[in-house]
């Protein structure tokens, strides 16, 4: 089993910046991929970002530019910087990990951003 605990959400203007984390415990020598989903008023839970332990990133378009997902393998975190933040941005943000066929998901954390 893996346990995935998000922080850093928060309310920010327009414009502005905030850091989610996520802190991966458990069965964590399995986990490979890591990264964030988000769910928005009125839609369905999008792709954010994503990095597996070489490195790679890969990010939906809409974040592309402004946000970055970053990994401490270390603390066994995974961590999304996010700046020039938009109204848009508004959402829970989940973080997730494929682990033996199944997705793993933490509890979410809040992002408001006010206009």
């Known amino acids: 089993q893996v346990q995935l605990v998000e922080s850093g959400g928060g309310l920010v203007q327009d414009g502005g910046s905030l850091r989610l984390s996520c802190a991966a415990s458990g069965s964590i020598f399995s986990i490979n991929a890591m990264g964030w989903y988000r769910q928005t008023p009125g839609k369905q839970r999008e792709f954010v970002a994503h990095?597996?332990?070489?490195?790679?990133?890969n990010y939906a378009d809409s974040v592309k530019g402004r946000f970055t997902i970053s990994r401490d393998n270390v603390r066994n975190t995974v961590y999304l910087q996010m700046n020039s933040l938009k109204p848009e941005d508004t959402g829970v943000y989940y973080c997730?990990?494929?682990?033996?066929?199944?997705?793993?998901w933490g509890q979410g954390t809040q992002v408001t951003v006010s206009s």
């Open positions: 997730y990990t494929p682990v033996s066929g199944r997705i793993h």
């Open positions: 990095i597996i332990s070489g490195g790679s990133t």
